[in-house]
């Protein structure tokens, strides 16, 4: 290496960087205020972008196969087994469906209404964890609404000082001038669109995902019961939680309540008799879920 060219390499980056950024002071000049706005506000939009790929990696946010695995050893009544093959519980399905395992094992010999407590603290769980997947979200979506008005703005007010300048030339009308000042009005336009067109395909891209995750959820939990339901030893609990799926439950001797029942839950109507509105109100599985 010649001695002058340590000293010479500085200098050419440093005068590239200069030649580089002279456009874009030019370009921000040209655009006024709006375009600054837009600049911080891709800024952030890609900030939350980063922010949310980074969370939805650290959560694992596609369902494992441990879930699948240990929906497969729940349904052969293997719960220590399911649990220990769920792992790591970071991805939202897998801790949900752990919760719902273990609290299934806890209300498998209390009373029904214990029942019910689980799926509404399921319920929560659920939406706790759904609410931290779609935290910025709706920032992302402020930011791709926002940046085409903010353009339009910035060309009106360009649009102003163009016809400004034309008034005050009078007769002496150059048209580059008027030609200059469109351009420059129409550029917080272009940028505002290039801020959002990005910002609405990422913005759609992460809600899908959280969505699918929700929709994962659902079925994982929902195979935890119907599984469940199956094993001998929750039988008993969820026959006596819904007593309307026992054969003869709630059979009286008038037919008149026999055919309103053989309706169905849904389709029962109330009478108004004193019999009728003596005999307690039955759920069936579809209103306890």
């Known amino acids: ?81 399911a649990l220990a093959t769920l792992g790591d519980r970071r991805q939202p399905a897998a801790r949900l469906v752990a919760q719902a395992i273990s609290g299934l094992q806890q209300v498998r010999n209390q009373p029904p209404a214990a029942l019910e407590l689980l799926r509404e603290e399921l319920r929560r769980a659920a939406n706790a964890q759904l609410e931290q997947l779609r935290s910025w979200l709706r920032a992302l979506e402020v930011i791709a609404s926002l940046s085409p008005l903010l353009g339009l703005l910035g060309t009106v007010l360009g649009m102003i000082e163009a016809f400004q300048q034309l008034a005050a030339a009078g007769s002496r009308v150059d048209p580059a001038v008027l030609s200059g000042g469109i351009w420059q009005a129409l550029l917080t336009t272009a940028a505002g669109l290039g801020v959002a067109i990005p910002v609405v395909l990422l913005h759609s891209w992460l809600e899908r995902r959280v969505e699918r995750c929700a929709h994962q959820m659902e079925d994982a939990v929902t195979r935890v019961f119907t599984c469940s339901a199956m094993q001998p030893g929750a039988r008993s609990t969820l026959s006596s939680a819904h007593p309307g799926a026992h054969p003869g439950a709630h059979r009286v001797p008038s037919n008149a309540s026999e055919a309103a029942a053989s309706m169905g839950p849904h389709q029962h109507q109330p009478s108004l008799s004193a019999d009728a509105g003596s005999r307690p109100r039955h759920q069936g599985l579809g209103d306890a879920a």
């Not at 590239?16 to 800024?43: M, Q, Y």
């Open 1 to 81: 290496m010649l001695p002058g060219a340590s000293a010479v390499e500085p200098q050419s980056w440093l005068q590239g960087l200069a030649n580089l950024s002279e456009p874009l002071r030019e370009t921000v000049g040209n655009g006024g205020p709006v375009l600054l706005v837009l600049a911080v506000l891709s800024i952030v939009a890609l900030t939350i972008v980063l922010a949310k790929l980074w969370q939805f990696a650290r959560v694992r946010l596609d369902t494992p196969r441990s879930v699948e695995a240990a929906l497969q050893r729940w349904s052969r009544d293997q719960p220590a087994a």
